[in-house]
């Protein structure tokens, strides 16, 4: 599976954006999609992850702001991102992996990452 994330961007404090990950191979609908973060100076940080059950987990910080979704027929996977501050300023990787509910926050449980999309929040 090779993964290729894209819409990152400067962006307003408060302001959206919607990453994507598209994915190849046609196994992709077998594979949990998780995406992380990781700010200049800090560890990769979980933000959130979609199983290939359909369910959901999200990082505390960003829970009620930022939306997963996946479109399997498109070998997509989504992440809005909405009420954005500065503290939301990262790369942001997108990742594949046969995870479960137990192993979805730790980036050890993904096998394939993308390459990473900036995003800059700006106050």
């Known amino acids: 599976v090779q993964l290729q994330a894209s819409g990152g961007g400067l962006v307003q404090a408060g302001g959206s954006l919607r990453l994507s990950c598209a994915a190849s191979?046609?196994?992709?609908?077998?594979?949990?999609a998780g995406w992380f973060r990781q700010a200049p100076g800090k560890e990769r940080e979980f933000v959130g992850a979609?199983?290939?059950?359909?369910?959901?987990t999200y990082a505390e910080s960003v829970k009620g702001r930022f939306t997963i979704s996946r479109d399997n027929a498109k070998n997509t996977v989504y992440l809005q991102m909405n009420r954005l501050n500065s503290e939301d300023t990262a790369v942001y990787f997108c990742?594949?992996?046969?995870?479960?509910?137990?192993?979805?926050?730790?980036?050890?449980?993904?096998?394939?990452w993308g390459q990473g999309t900036q995003v800059t929040v700006s106050s």
């Open positions: 990742a594949a992996g046969r995870v479960i509910l137990s192993s979805v926050r730790a980036p050890k449980s993904y096998d394939y």
């Open positions: 191979g046609r196994t992709f609908g077998t594979y949990g």
């Open positions: 979609i199983r290939s059950s359909g369910g959901i």
